[in-house]
């Protein structure tokens, strides 16, 4: 019976290193899409910054188109002002004229303006994209570190299937049986019953009556709690 259950306990050692594989396994993708997450928000605060500053050059260049037509306009304008016959048609166009050249000077001041927002803007952009090249750089390492260590788990889970094998060969067929129907829900699926008649599993006590059993045939029972399959402390004892 101790050749029974020793063999049961090699094999359910076998299947706890797989879980904690398994969980391994599981945790690295949710780590790696964590960090993938952070670096699309790095990309997407460089990519703001770049918006800023196109929105910038293109304000810029209309402006500059707009300045360049203002100022044609007062040419043409100019050039008919010394057509006007009546005086009071040329004080008009020259008051028409007036207004366009104060118009464009005031734009033209709103032009350095824009010049200098740009190139704060520039600066800023330039500095949060050096900032997100070194993020994704970090990013990156931690990701193929986990991704390295992903494979890893993996390929020994795959390995461990022959080890498994081999131990669950040497177990009792009803043993066996039951552990796997056990283990779907519970690992570990046997534990030990220990004084004063404590199921280690759940931490519930067995009937005075099934303890004292468990330890006089050193043989194995479910546990009424938590239906693991119980032996006592002692029948693993060589
Ligand atoms: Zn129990």
């Not at 043993?175 to 004084?195: C, D, G, S, T």
Request: net charge positive; hydrophobic share 40%.
């Amino acid at each position: 019976m101790r050749e029974k259950l020793l063999a049961l306990v090699a094999l359910q050692k076998v299947d706890m290193e797989i879980a904690a594989l398994n969980k391994s396994a599981g945790e690295y993708p949710k780590q790696i899409a964590e960090l993938e997450q952070l670096l699309g928000a790095a990309r997407s605060a460089t990519e703001a910054e770049r918006a800023k500053l196109t929105d910038l050059d293109r304000q810029k260049a209309t402006m500059e188109q707009t300045i360049i037509e203002e100022k044609d306009k007062v040419k043409k304008w100019e050039a008919r002002l010394t057509e006007q016959r009546s005086t009071r048609e040329y004080s008009a166009l020259a008051r028409e004229i007036d207004i366009a050249k104060k118009t464009n000077l005031t734009m033209a001041e709103d032009l350095i303006e824009l010049g200098k927002a740009q190139a704060t803007q520039r600066t800023a952009f330039q500095a949060k994209e050096a900032e997100f090249l070194g993020r994704a750089r970090e990013l990156g390492e931690k990701m193929g570190a986990l991704r390295t260590k992903l494979a890893a788990v993996e390929a020994e889970v795959k390995g461990i299937g022959g080890r498994r094998e081999e131990a669950a060969r040497k177990v009792d067929p009803g043993l066996i049986k039951r552990y796997e129907h056990i283990k779907k829900k519970k690992l570990p699926a046997m534990v030990a019953v220990v004084a004063p008649g404590t199921c280690n599993g759940c931490r519930m006590n067995v009937p005075a009556q099934m303890y004292n059993t468990l330890r006089t045939t050193l043989g194995y029972d479910l546990c009424p709690s938590c239906q693991r399959i119980i032996h006592a402390a002692e029948a693993l004892e060589g």
